[in-house]
């Protein structure tokens, strides 16, 4: 493997090792900045990958303006690669990045699952791009319950920053769940375009995982996010107590020009 | 769970329904389907639960036994009403009940 360490760019290199000895390789390469995809491997845009192909029904782009899904533009070659694996193929997975290496030992779905899920994030899929913060703290291989923790994180801070900028933060998660229904209809739709694709069900089934992810997340939910609570106790029940205001203390909400209140004493 | 072990597990455990994925290793779920239907002769209903193109599987599965066929990922609400249906449906109207399905699974595909 190459030296990783750049400052321009992320990069993040899979090894997948069957048990037979053979090896696949993928390396994906992202803008540090705006983590879009430096470059899509070359490879000849396949005819499924049109937009007019099994759209998603809730697709905001125009088959006018787009050719192309923009998911299946970036899976495209990543399909060529691996389309012909099966999904219960054991394999020793290795991901490098500039910080550190990940392994393994797992199925090539789940192996899968990972480097599908970075390319779907970055791809410029309008409704995947509120996924893309998640890629600076990528986890490959991770555990469903991490998953779980590292979206609900990402999607506080989310509505953190859209506080400070003056906008409306969804404290409550209010509008999580219809965002998770928009990612498993359109996880939905692109199993139906990979349905016929390939001779193995490998990748099919690593995008069913991610929306397996999607549906423990409203499970979560759904349950008032009690198992994810009690990872803050340090919070609760005078833990943290010195977080709270004091009567006449000036606290500042977000940018301290912006927004100045005063408790009332 | 490999074919085999699944194959297996309905003779020890008498499942009153199965859900069955096609990929598996060790055979595939034509497979298990196959020695459901002639080693067994299980009556419970299987519903098989695949990523592949039902345009060139759901047909073969449910002239092997399957009872219904839905493409993954399957609405979890769709999957929930389709196994209470099946277990609800008398054995010998099962038949009918199957072949409805069918068309359902069909609209989903």
Redesign the interface.
């Known amino acids: 493997m190459e030296n990783l360490a750049s400052p321009k760019t992320l990069v993040f290199e899979y090894l997948f090792v069957f048990a037979d000895g053979t090896e696949r390789r993928w390396r994906a390469e992202l803008d540090a900045q705006t983590l879009d995809l430096v470059e899509l491997p070359a490879a000849e845009v396949p005819a499924w990958a049109r937009l007019s192909f099994h759209r998603c029904p809730h697709c905001p782009l125009a088959p006018e303006t787009h050719t192309y899904c923009p998911v299946a533009r970036s899976l495209a070659a990543v399909i060529d690669r691996f389309g012909d694996c ?3 193929e054991k394999v020793n997975a290795i991901n490098r990045t500039h910080e550190r290496d990940y392994r393994k030992q797992t199925t090539i779905q789940e192996g899968l699952r990972s480097l599908i899920g970075l390319h779907m994030s970055t791809s410029g899929c309008p409704i995947l791009n509120r996924f893309r913060p998640l890629i600076r703290n990528y986890l490959p291989f991770e555990a469903p319950e991490e998953t779980v923790l590292r979206f609900l994180s990402m999607y506080s801070l989310a509505q953190f920053f859209r506080h400070r900028r003056g906008s409306w933060g969804d404290w409550e998660m209010a509008r999580l769940e219809p965002l998770l229904e928009d990612v ?1 209809i359109l ?2 739709s692109f ?2 375009r ?3 694709v390939g001779q ?2 490998a990748c ?2 690593a ?2 995982g991610l ?2 992810l999607a ?1 423990l997340t409203s499970l979560a939910l759904e349950e008032g996010l009690d198992q994810v609570d009690q990872l803050f106790d340090a919070y609760h029940d005078g833990g943290g107590s010195e977080l709270e205001p004091q009567a006449g203390e000036y606290l500042e909400l977000g940018r301290g020009d912006v927004v100045v209140e005063q408790l009332e004493a | 769970m490999d074919a085999v072990q699944a194959v297996l597990m309905a003779r020890k455990c008498q499942p009153d329904l199965i859900l069955l994925d096609l990929g598996l290793p060790g055979g595939d779920g034509f497979l298990v389907l196959g020695r459901l239907a002639t080693l067994l002769r299980t009556e419970a209903p299987v519903i098989v639960l695949s990523g592949r193109d039902p345009a060139e599987n759901e047909a073969r599965a449910l002239s092997a036994g399957a009872s219904v066929y839905l493409q993954k990922p399957a609405d979890s609400d769709l999957l929930l009403a389709t196994a209470q249906r099946l277990l609800a449906a008398p054995w010998e109207a099962r038949g009918a009940e199957i072949e409805a399905y069918g068309s359902v699974a069909a609209s989903w595909s």
């Open positions: 099966e999904a219960h498993r996880e939905r199993c139906q990979l349905a016929g193995g069900d099919v089934n995008v069913v929306y397996a549906d």
